[in-house]
């Protein structure tokens, strides 16, 4: 899981900074560092699947939110084969 005021937490080759939570619209609010840049995920909604980028590697990596709690998240991070050693992480 993510938490709210807690440091970065660090998956893979990103960084993920919860900022927010809604627990009756089910959305959230997260920060991502990929190489050294952070991008916000501003009011995204449970189940969305977002895609993003990481340099040097082709296909995109995905992140999905499924569960937004008081203060945390729960989901998992996809990445493509040969951006980490693990093809797929868990964020629990």
């Keep these: 899981s993510i938490r709210k005021k807690a440091r ?3 998956v893979g080759p990103v960084q993920l900074d919860l900022r927010s939570t ?3 619209v089910q959305k959230y609010t997260m920060r991502l ?3 050294d840049h952070w991008v916000e995920l501003k009011d995204r909604a ?3 699947q ?3 980028q990481i340099p040097g590697i ?3 990596a995905s992140l999905v939110v499924s569960e937004v709690h008081y203060d945390y998240v729960k989901g998992f991070l996809s990445f493509p084969q040969g951006a980490t050693s693990a093809k797929s992480s868990s964020v629990r």
């Design 8 to 10: 970065p937490t660090q």
């Design 22 to 24: 809604d627990t009756k």
């Design 33 to 35: 560092l990929v190489n």
């Design 46 to 48: 449970s189940q969305e």
């Design 50 to 52: 977002i895609d993003f």
């Design 58 to 60: 082709s296909d995109a």
